[in-house]
T-cell receptor, first 112, second 111 residues
Framework: DQQVKQNSPSLSVQEGRISILNCDYT??????FLWYKKYPAEGPTFLIS?????DKNEDGRFTVFLNKSAKHLSLHIVPSQPGDSAVYFC???????????FGSGTQLTVLP | DTGVSQNPRHKITKRGQNVTFRCDPISEHNRLYWYRQTLGQGPEFLTY????????KSRLLSDRFSAERPKGSFSTLEIQRTEQGDSAMYLC?????????FGQGTRLTVV
């Protein structure tokens, strides 16, 4: 039972344009959502997060939107840069242990 | 402190052998997690420590797997009698009260 789903395995975007990565979840107990970025042969790197009591969080070129009624969140990157090319994982937390439940990732390629 | 450190980075072992991985978390973090990642998937939670206490274990953690965090500092993950299905990237993460920071992982190959 996959509680966090990223239905697009890959996405290609032109440099300077907007990248939109999507994530859906099924567990209504999740109260915190995070995006991680991963390069090959490295561990995931934290990018941005959002609490379930908010619907938007912005940090520089990165904005995360949360739609609780639809159990959907998205990551917007604008403008996209070639260095943004990586695998992006959506993750969610709940409970006292705060372990992360990850989606399967989306490979973003930003074309120069 | 340069972040979460994992050793070794790579491990090749024969089926049936035991292996042990080490994780050194960020020093002020009291929470430590182990995850496993296979190709094309996101990391999957294995186990969680708060200080030296192991408080959560996933059903993925079979009885061949054991983890420790003596004195609430570094942690070790041991796999006994390795199987080919154990081949994966093993990731360690630590956190205080906010987001988790990951190490670079240990890539295990069982041949």
């Amino acid at each position: 039972d996959q509680q966090v789903k990223q239905n697009s395995p890959s996405l290609s975007v032109q440099e300077g344009r907007i990248s939109i990565l999507n994530c859906d979840y099924t567990n209504s107990m999740f109260d915190y959502f995070l995006w991680y970025k991963k390069y090959p042969a490295e561990g995931p790197t934290f990018l941005i997060s959002i609490s379930s009591i908010k619907d938007k969080n912005e940090d520089g070129r990165f904005t995360v939107f949360l739609n609780k009624s639809a159990k959907h969140l998205s990551l917007h990157i604008v403008p996209s840069q070639p260095g943004d090319s990586a695998v992006y994982f959506c993750a969610a937390q709940w409970g006292s242990a705060r372990q992360l439940t990850f989606g399967s990732g989306t490979q973003l390629t930003v074309l120069p | 402190d340069t972040g979460v450190s994992q050793n070794p980075r790579h491990k090749i072992t024969k089926r049936g052998q035991n292996v042990t991985f080490r994780c050194d978390p960020i020093s002020e973090h009291n929470r430590l997690y182990w995850y496993r990642q296979t190709l094309g998937q996101g990391p999957e939670f294995l186990t969680y420590f708060q200080n030296e206490a192991q408080l959560e274990k996933s059903r993925l953690l079979s009885d061949r797997f054991s983890a420790e965090r003596p004195k609430g500092s570094f942690s070790t993950l041991e796999i006994q009698r390795t199987e080919q299905g154990d081949s994966a990237m093993y990731l360690c993460a630590s956190s205080g009260n906010t987001e988790a920071f990951f190490g670079q992982g240990t890539r295990l190959t069982v041949v």
